[in-house]
């Protein structure tokens, strides 16, 4: 089951990386375009960041639509 290449879309919570200095590492979907345009889940500043960027530093998609193509728990 190959679940990593999913797109995120408006609307996911994206496990990235790289963690805000908040300390969380969770961002929600506001926008899609050239730039990603996040929400920090712990503090909830926004940010703008190249697509390119997050597409490869995202290390998991929590869909709000369909959660059970996300199950990868440890
Ligand atoms: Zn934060």
Redo the contacts with the bound molecule.
């Keep these: 089951m190959s679940t990593e290449r999913r797109r995120a879309q408006v609307g996911d919570v994206v496990v990235l990386r790289k963690a ?5 590492d969770r961002w929600e979907v506001l926008r899609i375009g050239a730039d990603f345009r996040l929400r ?6 926004l940010v703008m960041l190249p697509r390119s960027k997050v597409e490869r530093r995202i290390r998991k998609i929590e869909s709000a639509a369909d959660q059970e193509e996300d199950r990868e728990v440890r």
Aim: hydrophobic share 0%; glycine share 28%.
């Design positions: 805000h200095p908040c300390g969380s920090c889940q712990g503090c909830g500043r």
